[in-house]
T-cell receptor, first 112, second 116 residues
Framework: DQQVKQNSPSLSVQEGRISILNCDYT??????FLWYKKYPAEGPTFLIS?????DKNEDGRFTVFLNKSAKHLSLHIVPSQPGDSAVYFC???????????FGSGTKLNVKP | NAGVMQNPRHLVRRRGQEARLRCSPM?????VYWYRQLPEEGLKFMVY????????ESGMPKERFSAEFPKEGPSILRIQQVVRGDSAAYFC??????????????FGSGTQLSVL
């Protein structure tokens, strides 16, 4: 059962433009959401998180938006840089869960 | 300031052999998670452990797979009688003690298991 879904396997954007990565979830009990970035042959690294009591969290070039009614979150990267090229995973969890559920990832390619 | 340490980075086994993957969590972290990533797929939860306890093993295959996190030493993910389908990247993650607040996972670099 895929409780966290990333429907776009890949995304290509031009350097300097905005990258928008999307994520949907099915379980309304999730109350904590995270984005991870992964380079080849490395482990995922934490990027940004958001609690369900908020609808937006910003950290530098990265902003995560949460729409609880739609069970949807998105990661905005602006301006995009070539070094942002990686696979991005969204993840969800909550106080009632012992694990973090991950999406299948979106491969972002930022073209110079 | 060591992060999560996994070894080996690469492990090659023939069908039927055993694979042992090790994970040392970040200092001060008492919670360990194991995830598996098959080629072209996302991260699949396998098991969540605290020191000397398995908390959630709902993602572990019923046979051949086991995990432990002893009082002393690293967490071990053990795969007996490996098959080609076990070939994957295995990631360990750790987090500090849970107190009801949300927290993030810190991942190691993974072990790439290849079964010939």
């Amino acid at each position: 059962d895929q409780q966290v879904k990333q429907n776009s396997p890949s995304l290509s954007v031009q350097e300097g433009r905005i990258s928008i990565l999307n994520c949907d979830y099915t379980n309304s009990m999730f109350d904590y959401f995270l984005w991870y970035k992964k380079y080849p042959a490395e482990g995922p690294t934490f990027l940004i998180s958001i609690s369900s009591i908020k609808d937006k969290n910003e950290d530098g070039r990265f902003t995560v938006f949460l729409n609880k009614s739609a069970k949807h979150l998105s990661l905005h990267i602006v301006p995009s840089q070539p070094g942002d090229s990686a696979v991005y995973f969204c993840a969800a969890s909550g106080e009632n869960f012992n694990k973090f559920y991950f999406g299948s990832g979106t491969k972002l390619n930022v073209k110079p | 300031n060591a992060g999560v340490m996994q070894n080996p980075r690469h492990l090659v086994r023939r069908r039927g052999q055993e694979a042992r993957l090790r994970c040392s969590p970040m200092k001060g972290h008492s919670h360990v998670y194991w995830y598996r990533q098959l080629p072209e797929e996302g991260l699949k939860f396998m098991v969540y452990l605290q020191k000397e306890n398995i908390i959630d093993e709902s993602g572990m295959p019923k046979e051949r797979f086991s995990a432990e996190f002893p009082k002393e030493g690293p967490s071990i993910l053990r795969i007996q009688q490996v098959v080609r389908g076990d070939s994957a990247a295995y990631f360990c993650a750790s987090s500090p003690r849970r107190d009801g607040s949300n927290e993030k996972l810190f991942f190691g670099s993974g072990t790439q298991l290849s079964v010939l």
